[in-house]
T-cell receptor, first 114, second 113 residues
Framework: GAGVSQSPSNKVTEKGKDVELRCDPI?????LYWYRQSLGQGLEFLIY????????KSGLPSDRFSAERTGGSVSTLTIQRTQQEDSAVYLC????????????FGQGTRLTVV | GNSVTQMEGPVTLSEEAFLTINCTYT??????LFWYVQYPGEGLQLLLK?????DKGSNKGFEATYRKETTSFHLEKGSVQVSDSAVYFC????????????FGKGTLLTVNP
């Protein structure tokens, strides 16, 4: 596709359940990022993947959060035992290795934990 | 650490008014600076960027100049349109972690006809 694709666009889940959020980056982009956009908190960095290097997970807020990137392309962000404070919009972005100054964002997944 | 402070909104203007959204930053080294825009129901889009001091980024009538002496990157537009209504985010990319964008909290702009 032409842009970064995220699915689902909306997810409502019960507290305590696990959720998986998917990101398809732009073809050929080696760098992939996850951010979280919370009301009143702005945008927070979660995790970064670059090629085959070990990911930078320093932004993950707890060990309930994990992410993987298979085959250097699609990424999945998993939140286990969801809590109400996990409610937010989760944004994925990708950028070409040659120019990390431009990140292309998907439309995000709005997660609501009830 | 890195941080971005931008003007709190919301900002409400009439069409053709002049817009300024202030942004200042704290960063190590020589950051690259960005304005991203989020239109209603859409994802974040890069609006403009500047990668070194005194550079001016411009796009769609918006401009911002990288001022190292004042650590600022204020967004301006001479005549706003209703279609400019959106949330605007100032951001920086800096230091050893030259892939983590640090964002301001965003400014909601509403332009009335």
């Amino acid at each position: 596709g032409a842009g970064v694709s995220q699915s689902p666009s909306n997810k409502v889940t019960e507290k305590g359940k696990d959720v998986e959020l998917r990101c398809d980056p732009i073809s050929g982009h080696t760098a992939l990022y996850w951010y979280r956009q919370s009301l009143g908190q702005g945008l927070e960095f979660l995790i970064y993947f670059q090629g085959n290097s070990a990911p930078d997970k320093s932004g993950l807020p707890s060990d309930r959060f994990s992410a993987e990137r298979t085959g250097g392309s699609v990424s999945t962000l998993t939140i286990q035992r969801t809590q109400q404070e996990d409610s937010a919009v989760y944004l994925c972005a990708s950028s070409p290795d040659r120019d990390r100054t431009e990140a292309f964002f998907g439309q995000g997944t709005r997660l609501t934990v009830v | 650490g890195n941080s971005v402070t931008q003007m709190e909104g919301p900002v409400t203007l009439s069409e053709e008014a002049f817009l300024t959204i202030n942004c200042t930053y704290t960063a190590t080294g020589y950051p690259s600076l960005f304005w991203y825009v989020q239109y209603p129901g859409e994802g974040l889009q890069l609006l403009l960027k500047a990668t070194k001091a005194d550079d001016k980024g411009s796009n769609k009538g918006f401009e911002a100049t990288y001022r190292k002496e004042t650590t600022s990157f204020h967004l301006e537009k001479g005549s706003v349109q209703v279609s400019d209504s959106a949330v605007y985010f100032c951001a920086l990319l800096s230091g050893g972690s030259n892939y983590k964008l640090t964002f301001g909290k965003g400014t909601l702009l509403t332009v009335n006809p």
